[in-house]
């Protein structure tokens, strides 16, 4: 297997749009992985890398920010037939660049469906088109005419992207421990009916960052292990989830699209004011920001089953997130700025002290129990396995690698989401760089120890509908 992954090289130019966080931290994988020669990748970014960090790899800067206006004339030299186009950058419509790939016969990834700036915050749209479930409809629509064709792998990072391999191996895992026969699901429909069969009712994301330095955050500053701005704006987008067929109760915010898959439902309040119970098997219980993304609309989309017409299930599937505790300072004051960012921001890696990403998703509603599966990964093992990286950057690091193997080998398959892709294609690449890679049972439910003091309203009769999850 391993010798597999390793015949995977890429010889062609590769040009990586922005050069942050995610940026820095996978420039030296793709030589050593992927056999990419330095000299054949181009780094495009609106200033001057003043980390030394391209230079010091070998790789060349043009000095460009990316507009609506210029995109198609800078990109045009730099890209051509076989070519590929790694978009780590924010503020970039990722449709705008898939079209242009897909006109210049180049790949193309990236780990975030972006527009181009002033989409998500401008209050003059309605939450439902600033929402990622909007997004992701217009990349479905351009899609129907293009299932072939140069290979465009739209948001596969860690979340999105790695979680919905990590969903399909929590499947087949849960399925080998509670003793059900099944073989290995081979379409869409198969997954779900599996999903269906296990009594999967909810899917978390469940994310505890415990990265700290020691230089704390400080008045004013936001803080976090990957980009600030990415966080900011996605935290600002209604929050978002994949809305599950047991569902029973309708939360009074809530709003459904009128188009589309219809499998995700949007709730009118940022995602970084919206709290809710989750559990992973280091942090135990925890409260979590349900931000919005990506993964939580295409994997409800994915795991829905119909019959005659009507949707007879679908999990409900949301990110439970819960970033590093100077995030989580940094948007507590943010709050009290009604929103407004602060203007120094600060993306810890060096100065990181210590602390890990656990980074899983939870499957609940199986009578065994509650079943997580992922990554626990501590910045000393991410240091050591590749520079430039905290433990948060690396998994996303993996994910793209996972995602550039599996397009390199399947070069003709149009435009994709993580759920398309084969996740053992994608797991055997990325597993050297995730660290403990765990699958747990436990016990947790999200009524369980509740406070007697200030009683929420729940439904005891079924622990698993979400507005036992709901913090309110
Ligand atoms: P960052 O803020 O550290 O860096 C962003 C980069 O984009 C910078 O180099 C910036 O100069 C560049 N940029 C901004 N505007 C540009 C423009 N107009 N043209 C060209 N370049 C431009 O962000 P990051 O932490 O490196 O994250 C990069 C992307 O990855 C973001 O979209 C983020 O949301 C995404 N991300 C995804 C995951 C995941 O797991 N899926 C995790 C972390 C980050």
């Given at each position: 297997m391993k010798q597999d992954r390793r015949r995977t090289t890429f010889s062609g130019r590769l040009v990586m749009l922005g050069f942050g966080s995610i940026g820095q931290a996978m420039l030296p994988v793709l030589p050593r992985e992927l056999g990419v020669e330095p000299s054949r990748v181009r780094i495009v970014k609106p200033t001057p890398d003043e980390t030394g960090i391209a230079a010091q790899h070998g790789v060349e800067v043009i000095t460009t920010a990316l507009s609506e206006g210029n995109h198609e004339a800078v990109l045009e030299p730099l890209l051509g037939e076989g070519d590929f186009l790694l978009n780590l950058s924010v503020d970039v419509s990722s449709l705008a660049l898939i079209r242009f790939c897909r006109k210049r016969g180049a790949f193309y990834l990236d780990t975030c469906n972006e527009p181009w700036p002033g989409r998500y915050d401008d209050p003059r749209l309605t939450p439902s088109q600033r929402s990622n479930y909007s997004l992701r409809e217009e990349a479905l629509a351009y899609r129907l005419d293009k299932r072939s064709g140069p290979t465009a792998v739209l948001t596969q990072g860690a979340n999105p992207g790695l979680v919905s391999a990590f969903t399909k191996r929590a499947l087949l895992?849960?399925?080998?421990?509670?003793?059900?026969?099944?073989?290995?699901?081979t379409c869409y429909e198969e997954w779900a009916a599996l999903a269906r069969q296990l009594q999967v009712k909810v899917i978390h994301i469940a994310e505890r960052d415990t990265q700290t330095s020691d230089r704390r955050k400080a008045p004013g500053e936001f803080v976090n292990t990957w980009s600030v701005a990415g966080f900011a704006d996605e935290g600002l987008q209604p929050a978002e989830l994949g809305w599950g067929s047991h569902e029973r109760h309708w939360p009074e915010d809530a709003g459904r699209h009128g188009f589309g898959c219809d499998a995700a439902v949007y709730l009118n309040r940022p995602g970084i004011a919206t709290r809710v119970r989750s559990w992973t098997p280091l942090e135990g219980p925890y409260h979590g920001f349900l931000v919005t993304h990506a993964e939580s609309i295409s994997i409800a989309d994915h795991l829905t089953l119909r019959e005659n017409g009507q949707v007879v299930y679908r999990p409900t599937v949301h990110y439970a997130y819960h970033p590093c505790d100077d995030a989580v300072l940094s948007l507590h004051e943010m709050a009290g700025r009604n929103w407004q960012l602060q203007h120094r921001h600060r993306i810890i890696?060096?100065?990181?002290?210590?602390?890990?990403?656990?980074?899983g998703v939870l499957l609940m509603g199986n009578p065994k129990g509650v079943y997580w599966y992922g990554s626990r990964l501590s910045v000393e093992q991410a240091r050591a396995l590749v520079p430039h990286n905290n433990a948060t950057s690396l998994q996303v690091v993996a994910g793209i690698l996972g995602g550039m193997v599996w397009a390199l080998r399947n070069p003709d398959a149009g435009l994709v989401e993580p759920d398309d892709l084969d996740h053992e294609t994608v797991l055997e690449a990325a597993l050297p760089f995730l660290g403990d890679v765990v699958g747990q049972w436990g016990d947790w439910t999200p009524l369980q120890g509740r406070s007697e003091l200030f009683p929420e309203a729940t439904d005891p009769a079924d622990p698993w509908q979400f507005i036992n999850f709901r913090v309110t």
């Open positions: 895992d849960m399925a080998q421990q509670t003793g059900l026969k099944v073989e290995r699901p890696r060096d100065e990181i002290s210590g602390g890990i990403d656990e980074l």
